[in-house]
């Protein structure tokens, strides 16, 4: 039986928008921080310093394959530096909630770091280079299409939880947090990207200082991973470099939240 949604299927899940997501939080250590707000906070004159970058109201919009080489698979649409930060320990967890996560919407969860020297509320976002700390692909491929890692995090409470690696240096970063969508990947540039971006201040005893790259050369259009068919038995290649040293996924499981907390302006 041929698994693959319809055509009219696809532009219907392709126009509406309100099924998929953004990041309203992120939880470390019981306390959240409010994410950005693309239903108001593009409207205001002086929106709320947040720890996530912002954007313009991208509709929970996505960013499409043949968009790989510009800017904007940075940290999302014309994206600008979050003007504030959290502090986290590492080895610490940060739990990100999104808003409701289609369950037609298989694929893979990646997370990435990227050093922002001495100030990630001032860097130019296309000198970041990312290394990758987590990533989560298809989970079990007992039934087509499978199970996969954004289906943990909708049974997750549509959260999801990634470890800062304990080796890793002191310093700025942004964490670049990114589903990707591949219902409609069997046709070329049909996959589906959604990647959020928030600016940390790691402490710790680390000493890696690993080597990135560029968001622009993260993924190409007719990468494996990329270009494939969930709808048929497959081995799937979860897409962008290898996961560092020391870095590894973590049991997925909620955090409660104990206090609110509001972003460190520098």
């Known amino acids: 039986m041929d698994r693959k949604p319809s055509a009219l299927l696809l532009g219907l899940l392709a126009t509406q928008v309100a099924s998929h997501g953004h990041v309203t939080n992120i939880v470390i250590n019981g306390v959240s921080f409010d994410g950005w707000d693309i239903n108001s906070f593009p ?3 002086e929106p709320p310093v947040v720890v996530a970058w912002g954007t313009p109201n991208t509709a929970n919009g996505f960013i ?4 790989y080489t510009t800017d904007d698979v940075i940290c999302h649409v014309n994206a600008t530096n979050a003007q504030g930060f959290a502090t986290v320990a590492a080895g610490d967890s940060i739990n990100i909630q999104w808003t409701e996560w289609p369950e037609t919407h298989h694929g893979p969860v990646i997370d990435y770091l990227a050093d922002c020297g001495d100030s990630c509320e001032t860097v130019d976002k296309t000198t970041l280079e990312f290394f990758k700390i987590s990533e989560v692909g298809l989970v079990d491929d007992t039934d087509v299409p499978g199970f996969w890692g954004d289906d943990q995090l909708i049974e997750n409470n549509n959260s999801w939880l990634v470890e800062i690696p304990t080796n890793i240096a002191p310093g700025n970063y942004v964490l670049r947090h990114e589903l990707i969508a591949l219902h409609g990947a069997h046709t070329a540039n049909e996959a ?11 402490t ?3 000493s890696q200082s690993p080597a990135g790259v560029a968001a622009t050369e993260l993924y190409t259009p007719t990468d494996p991973g990329i270009l494939v068919d969930i709808y048929n038995p497959l081995t799937y290649t979860i897409p962008g470099p290898s996961m560092i040293a020391g870095a590894t996924p973590v ?6 939240i104990t206090a609110t907390g509001t972003a460190t302006v520098a």
Request: aromatic share 12%.
């Open 251 to 256: 049991t997925q499981a909620t955090s409660a």
């Open 64 to 67: 499409s394959p043949n968009a």
């Open 192 to 202: 589906q990207n959604y990647m959020q971006c928030f600016n940390l201040k790691v």
């Open 43 to 45: 409207y205001m004159d």
């Open 204 to 206: 710790g005893s680390g």
